[in-house]
């Protein structure tokens, strides 16, 4: 067999076997009856509820949305933080690169003096000349400072 016959056996190949799954997917669509959706209110007001199958697509997004198990909803902190931003630092630190992890708490920013060359990673929590870290993001810094929040951004 020469590579051109090989490859017009391949393309022949290739084109019954889509115009079988054209034909089976169409036969498919057309012959078979949808089923029938049960009435919402089928049962009698006095029955007992049958044993529910698996629960449908739009039930458990309700269920995912009125639970929040992934942290959707904004909490009081956020609200409030949302509501003033913070103002720039009054500190004489420098932001000179941060990490920014999945886990907000493994975060590092890399802070030096103004006045000198050595920088230095802090985490959050950590205590930083009279402010402390309260959260690292991507090129910032948020210090809270006599009860007020403040952010230190690294220059360009």
């Given amino acids: 067999m020469t590579e051109s016959r090989f490859h017009q056996a391949v393309a022949l190949t290739c084109a019954l076997s889509l115009a079988a799954a054209v034909g089976l997917g169409a036969r498919t669509a057309w012959f078979s009856p949808l089923p029938a959706l049960p ?14 199958g698996p629960p449908q697509t ?5 269920t995912i949305l009125v639970n929040d198990i992934f942290g ?17 630092a009054e500190i004489d630190m420098e932001l000179t690169g941060t990490v920014v992890t999945a886990n907000p708490g493994r975060n590092v920013a890399f802070l030096r003096e103004k006045s000198g060359k050595h920088q230095k990673p802090y985490a959050v929590g950590a205590k930083v000349k009279d402010a402390t870290i309260t959260s690292i993001g991507k090129n910032f810094v948020i210090l809270s400072r006599q009860g007020r929040e403040e952010i230190l951004s690294m220059k360009p």
């Fill in 39 to 52: 009435a919402a209110d089928a049962r009698p007001v006095g029955d007992k509820a049958a044993p529910k």
């Fill in 72 to 88: 959707l909803k904004p909490t009081a902190a956020d609200a409030a933080r949302s509501a003033a931003p913070p103002k720039p």
């Fill in 58 to 62: 739009a039930e458990l997004t309700r």
